[in-house]
């Protein structure tokens, strides 16, 4: 097992702007052994995350930068090839923040196992994973949406604001999704259940979204930023919630957009209305982790939660795949099958 | 007595950036007599505070604005000169908001009883009224300061930010100020006792800001915004809190500022350091004051809270008393002395 190459995307420059295929490199290494108490693991299948563009700017954020020449972070599901572990004997299937590679090794101190019979495995970077827990924990513990409030989440198709909208469904609250295209829109009302979708692209946005939010916005959970935010700060209620967990169309700025500044629109908007804005990641709530599991996957177990997998074949389409999800062009929770399931 | 002349300051017109002297007008009416169940008021105190001039603007805020011809609104500290109610007898001191005129009536249900054996009754208007309200309840309830954490405050002096910093200092809080003079930052460090203030006049503000916040800010009071809220958004420390319950220095804007756009930053500084901002005003939480009352009244009969007021004798100085506030002009709570304490 271990003679064989073990392929890895690293990191070859730090981005201006959009990432660009020469900022990534594919590197092959042998297939390391594990030492004592070890296991090997072998990836099956690998998330791909707008955070980890913020993980390759060199600049203080809420978690260490990848450093030129390192393995780009990301979560994986993996099997256990060969262990040194009890814990985790060969055949096991784990989760973990192994990176973009086909191989690595761990103490079985930064896994999870994972039960396939539950649910698919894939779905631990899902639903049953951090995106799912994302939108769980915001949504539930800063958006507090009501029976009968309106929620609204941009990304609405993907990962994080698909599940947030039935979320707040099963809450009783009224979804309204944003999502990219007409496509996506019609899947966010008629698979997932959303009470209406605007799509972003549209010429009137704003237009749009206040048309679909007749009683304004009690909870705008926040993942993207950029234009949408200009059409949601408007339709914000009193006493209304903001969850802040991501700012996707910002990523790749390189500049700050021109004027007027709309920071003190922002702020009087914040003061008038009594709004919350509160920013998180998914591991400031870590507590919630098996409540998270509990509930969740009774929901999908039960039917009242759906999800969308968008997979893409083999590691070496993983920088186009990544790049495509910082322009929205996935469809659903963005995975690349880097090995075969057993 | 109602034989006299009730002098008021009524809106004549809706001002366009800083008031205006034409934008007021002094108007002399009857003094009125009060009708069944009705008491006569005689102002002794008006405040003035810088909510006041959104009120002067006619869009959707959180309270409705004053109409042209209409007395401006205000607290006031009154003396009960007639009385139909026998809850009200003549000679009562009571607080109420009958707004910027010497006279008026009511029925006793939107006015409360003052205990002038407690504290001078001016102090209804500041330490033990809105103002001191505003500061218990914002910083209590939204920032919740730590023992050893930093709180910041502008507008130090003034009737809310001093004694935020000398609540924070309660708390255990080390208390950093931004005021609008050298003069008003040894006032805030020697006789508040705050640890350190700087002048938003400095050339360097940040840079000031910086020295005196080593360890950063934990809890930001935001009752200013403008160039203060630039120096103090990139000192704001992970799992930071933010009140907002004023922008003065925004409210006689007429247009936004020139960009670029800092909005962005601000969202991705919420992000990133996963801070809490959150708007309020005080009647948010009414349910606090008796609690209030009772522990302001203690810090303030113990010593441990200090007050300086500012006043102003005569309404038809009232005006440029409140001109003078939204620059900044008053040092302490200002209160306009429209009649003589009984």
């Given at each position: 097992m271990s003679a064989g190459k073990n392929r890895q995307i690293v990191l070859a420059a730090r981005p201006s702007g959009a990432p660009k295929n020469s900022d990534f490199a594919l590197k092959e290494t042998p297939i390391p052994s594990p030492g004592a108490g070890q296991i090997l693991l072998r990836t099956i299948h690998l998330s791909l995350d707008p955070y980890m563009r913020g993980r390759m700017n060199d600049g203080p954020s809420y978690a260490k930068p990848v450093q030129i020449g390192d393995v780009m972070t990301g979560a994986v599901v993996a099997e256990?090839?060969?262990?040194?572990n009890p814990d985790f004997p060969t055949g096991t299937i784990v989760e973990g923040?192994?990176?973009?590679?086909?191989y690595s090794l761990s103490d079985g101190s930064d896994v999870r196992r994972i039960d396939?019979?539950?649910?698919?495995?894939?779905t631990a970077l899902g639903v049953l994973g951090m995106p799912g827990m994302t939108a769980y924990t915001g949504l539930l513990t800063i958006g507090q949406p009501k029976a009968g409030e309106t929620v609204a989440v941009a990304a609405a198709s993907g990962a994080v604001g698909g599940l947030v909208g039935q979320i707040a469904k099963i809450k009783g609250a009224r979804a309204v999704g944003i999502a990219g295209s007409r496509e996506k829109c019609d899947f966010v009302v008629n698979e997932l259940g959303f009470d209406a979708c605007v799509s972003?692209?549209?010429?009137d946005l704003a237009g749009s979204l206040k048309g679909a939010c007749p009683s304004g916005i009690d909870v705008y959970f926040e993942n993207v930023g950029g234009p949408v935010f200009g059409a949601v700060l408007p339709l914000m209620n009193e006493f209304s919630r903001m969850p802040v967990c991501g700012l996707i169309a910002h990523y790749n700025a390189t500049s700050l957009p021109e004027g007027p500044d709309r920071l003190p629109i922002l702020m009087r908007q914040i003061l008038t209305k009594r709004i919350l804005v509160r920013g998180f990641i998914v591991w400031d709530f870590a507590e919630q982790e098996q409540q998270f599991l509990t509930e969740m996957a009774g929901w999908v177990r039960d039917g009242s939660i759906k999800y969308k997998e968008d997979f893409v074949d083999g590691l070496e389409n993983a920088v186009a795949a990544f790049q495509g999800l910082l322009e929205g062009r996935n469809f659903g929770k963005l995975i690349v099958r880097v090995g075969a399931e057993p």
């Amino acid at each position: 097992m271990s003679a064989g190459k073990n392929r890895q995307i690293v990191l070859a420059a730090r981005p201006s702007g959009a990432p660009k295929n020469s900022d990534f490199a594919l590197k092959e290494t042998p297939i390391p052994s594990p030492g004592a108490g070890q296991i090997l693991l072998r990836t099956i299948h690998l998330s791909l995350d707008p955070y980890m563009r913020g993980r390759m700017n060199d600049g203080p954020s809420y978690a260490k930068p990848v450093q030129i020449g390192d393995v780009m972070t990301g979560a994986v599901v993996a099997e256990v090839m060969e262990s040194d572990n009890p814990d985790f004997p060969t055949g096991t299937i784990v989760e973990g923040r192994t990176g973009w590679q086909e191989y690595s090794l761990s103490d079985g101190s930064d896994v999870r196992r994972i039960d396939p019979s539950l649910a698919p495995i894939s779905t631990a970077l899902g639903v049953l994973g951090m995106p799912g827990m994302t939108a769980y924990t915001g949504l539930l513990t800063i958006g507090q949406p009501k029976a009968g409030e309106t929620v609204a989440v941009a990304a609405a198709s993907g990962a994080v604001g698909g599940l947030v909208g039935q979320i707040a469904k099963i809450k009783g609250a009224r979804a309204v999704g944003i999502a990219g295209s007409r496509e996506k829109c019609d899947f966010v009302v008629n698979e997932l259940g959303f009470d209406a979708c605007v799509s972003h692209r549209d010429q009137d946005l704003a237009g749009s979204l206040k048309g679909a939010c007749p009683s304004g916005i009690d909870v705008y959970f926040e993942n993207v930023g950029g234009p949408v935010f200009g059409a949601v700060l408007p339709l914000m209620n009193e006493f209304s919630r903001m969850p802040v967990c991501g700012l996707i169309a910002h990523y790749n700025a390189t500049s700050l957009p021109e004027g007027p500044d709309r920071l003190p629109i922002l702020m009087r908007q914040i003061l008038t209305k009594r709004i919350l804005v509160r920013g998180f990641i998914v591991w400031d709530f870590a507590e919630q982790e098996q409540q998270f599991l509990t509930e969740m996957a009774g929901w999908v177990r039960d039917g009242s939660i759906k999800y969308k997998e968008d997979f893409v074949d083999g590691l070496e389409n993983a920088v186009a795949a990544f790049q495509g999800l910082l322009e929205g062009r996935n469809f659903g929770k963005l995975i690349v099958r880097v090995g075969a399931e057993p």
